[in-house]
């Protein structure tokens, strides 16, 4: 019969009421575990780790396994013996040896950390499947994970859903964390995201980090939940105070965004460097952002590639976006466009929607590729149809300059409407364009300028050229030009030649007329 004991500092071990009609030759070994019992509780004895130590050393030197269990535990721990993971794994083996289900689970654990011994998850599975086999919740949940992921296994979603349904029986918090997450991502079982939640819910009582931070992301993108950006910050900081990268990472994701807390660089990077430290490929992805834009970390190009390297590696789509991203604008790196196409279509065949829409481009300006707007055009439509904006704003420019396409202005009328609701003020600026020709929609000055206005305010360059257009010649306003030169100026600053060629021209119209 197993029961739990806390020892100093909160760990915990499981003990064992030992039955009287042990064979004799374990007696000795089976008093002095009680002997490290009574140290450990402080029943019988003073409450003393190391001498509780020593005691389940001299038991588990005699072969009795529940003792080199908790021998292994004590030396993981560190309390009371000098901690020392190989040893744990050691000790976790012998027991191991002997069936005891605990230390086989903990074995297998060992294996997957990489902690006392080469990581291998090849072993670390099998040493799951042997604990699982006598019910273990834990080796059930680690096992049903293993699956899920294909970690030392071959990946298989119905055995996952197996056994981590055997574990959510037993109330394992990180089972139902695992099931949240098949629920949530429609992976071995139907996608249900309300589903996923109540599960995360569950696991989330119970303090289990990761299905805090899925709670928090659920609560962030209005999954399975009412979107609630507060409560999502609640549940990403309860995460990132268990030290969770997942929790660390949508936290920096929230500061950097400006999403339920207000938009701050230099509080994002710290999250991401903490997360990116855990190994979290998404939060080297953007940390290596950090270092390529400066935005919350000096500018270190070579430190953003490695970064953004580092995390493709490991088949992360957004580390593979930045990489080929960093490939065509040179961050760090020789520019080349033939190496960068080759990484967004890696990062868009996992339907990454900035992939798919670089992708697009690359087809459409013949860089690295072919030119070939057909082939553009369907990378375009599918990362607009993640509601990508900057992809429908692509979209309505191909439909109103028929390029791959024949044109079509209502068409195009209808993708600027999509990408304005989205935000792209290039796109308010072009349907303000398409009111002002009656291009798709009927002609209307009116609400062609107040478009102007609103993309103009954005520092949209193209609106305010055309604002400066409108102003000169008295179209849908009252001519004004020094109104005219306000606008055109504010264009050119930005790089826009028609506007740089307007405000010179008017620079030497004024210029003549004052002589």
Not at 496 to 510: F, H, I, L, S, V
Request: glycine share 12%; charged share 20%; aromatic share 12%.
């Amino acid at each position: 019969m197993l029961f739990t004991v806390t020892l100093l500092y909160g760990v915990v071990i499981a003990l064992s009421i030992v039955p009287l009609n042990e064979p004799s030759a374990q007696e000795d070994a089976i008093m002095e575990f009680k002997r490290g019992q009574a140290y450990t509780t402080g029943t019988g004895a003073p409450r003393d780790v190391v001498e509780a130590a020593n005691w389940y050393k001299k038991s588990a030197e005699h072969g009795y396994a529940l003792a080199q269990y908790t021998l292994g535990l004590v030396y993981a721990s560190g309390i009371g013996i000098a901690q020392d993971d190989a040893e744990a794994a050691k000790w976790f083996r012998k027991a191991a040896e002997q069936g005891n289900a605990e230390a086989q689970f903990s074995l297998g654990e060992l294996y997957d950390l990489g902690k006392g011994v080469p990581q291998d998850y090849a072993k670390a599975a099998g040493w799951y499947k042997k604990s699982a086999a006598q019910d273990n919740a834990e080796a059930e949940s680690a096992l049903g994970l293993a699956y899920y992921y294909g970690k030392g296994v071959d990946k298989n979603e119905t055995e996952a859903i197996k056994w981590l349904k055997k574990a959510v029986e037993q109330f394992n918090p990180a089972a139902e964390f695992g099931l949240g997450l098949a629920y949530f991502e429609g992976k071995g079982v139907g996608k249900n995201e309300g589903e996923a939640v109540k599960y995360f819910v569950k696991a989330a009582d119970q303090e289990n980090a990761s299905a805090e931070a899925y709670l928090g992301i659920a609560y962030m993108s209005g999954k399975g939940v009412t979107k609630n950006e507060a409560e999502a910050i609640k549940w990403f900081k309860k995460s990132t105070a268990q030290g969770n990268a997942i929790g660390e990472f949508n936290l920096g994701l929230a500061y950097a965004n400006g999403q339920g807390v207000p938009q701050n660089d230099d509080k994002a990077a710290p999250f991401f460097i903490a997360a990116a430290a855990q190994g979290n490929p998404a939060a080297e992805a953007y940390l290596g952002n950090a270092y390529a834009t400066g935005k919350g970390e000096s500018e270190d190009p070579a430190s953003a590639f490695a970064l953004f390297k580092k995390s493709a590696d490991q088949g992360s789509d957004i580390g593979q976006f930045y990489l080929g991203l960093a490939y065509a604008r040179g961050i760090g790196t020789p520019q080349n466009d033939i190496e960068s196409v080759q990484w967004f279509r890696k990062a868009a065949a996992q339907g990454n929607a900035a992939a798919e829409l670089y992708l697009g481009r690359a087809y459409a300006d013949g860089k690295g590729v072919g030119k070939d707007e057909t082939e553009a055009l369907k990378w375009y439509a599918l990362s607009a149809a993640q509601g990508s904006a900057d992809a429908e704003f692509a979209l309505a420019q191909a439909y109103f300059n028929g390029r791959g396409i024949p044109s079509d202005d209502i068409t195009a009328v209808k993708w600027y409407r999509l990408a304005t609701a989205h935000g792209s003020a290039a796109a308010e600026a072009y349907l303000g364009l398409c009111y002002f020709m009656g291009r798709g929609v009927p002609k209307d000055l009116n609400e062609a300028l107040r478009l102007y206005h609103l993309a103009a305010d954005k520092g949209n360059d193209f609106a305010q050229l055309n604002l400066g257009y409108a102003y000169a010649y008295g179209k849908g306003v009252k001519k004004d030009m020094n109104e005219a030169l306000k606008w055109y100026r504010l264009s050119a600053a930005q790089g826009n030649a028609d506007a740089q060629y307007a405000t010179g021209r008017m620079g030497k119209e004024q210029w003549k007329r004052k002589r």
